[in-house]
């Protein structure tokens, strides 16, 4: 079964920086499709960023000039690069993984994904 890691995570005071990373496992075909998903308590999931397998990439408007996303040494990493970090960007953050998507122009459907990883908390503090 395919498998994500996800590191990074912790916490960063208001206006820091982090990266967060999702690598994944047990698939070898070109198309990877990573999702970057967060959610805070009392709140649904909310999907953040996307890098599709043609390596087009969309953010939502929300995170757009703070937040972006790029492939890591090769296909089966991505990052979350996050800056000038607020308190309401505190969440749990998953990454998400489609073997489907290739040109990215929103957040994915969630039918899509066919594997999630287990979630990294990251807290912003004032």
């Known amino acids: 079964d395919v498998q994500l890691v996800e590191s990074g995570g912790g916490s960063v005071q208001t206006g820091g920086s982090m990266r967060l990373s999702c690598t994944v496992s047990?698939?070898?075909?070109?198309?990877?499709?990573i999702t970057w998903f967060r959610q805070a308590p009392g709140k649904e999931r909310e999907g953040v960023a996307a890098?599709?397998?043609?390596?087009?990439?969309f953010t939502i408007a929300s995170v757009k000039g703070r937040f972006s996303v790029s492939r890591g040494n090769d296909r089966y990493t991505a990052h979350l690069d996050m800056n000038n970090l607020q308190p309401e960007d505190t969440a749990m953050y998953f990454c998400?993984?489609?073997?489907?998507?290739?040109?990215?122009?929103?957040?994915?459907?969630?039918?899509?994904?066919?594997?999630w990883g287990q979630g990294t908390q990251f807290t912003v503090s004032s």
């Open positions: 998400a993984f489609s073997s489907q998507v290739l040109n990215i122009m929103n957040i994915p459907p969630a039918r899509l994904f066919e594997a």
């Open positions: 047990n698939y070898r075909y070109i198309t990877v499709c």
């Open positions: 890098i599709g397998g043609d390596d087009s990439t």
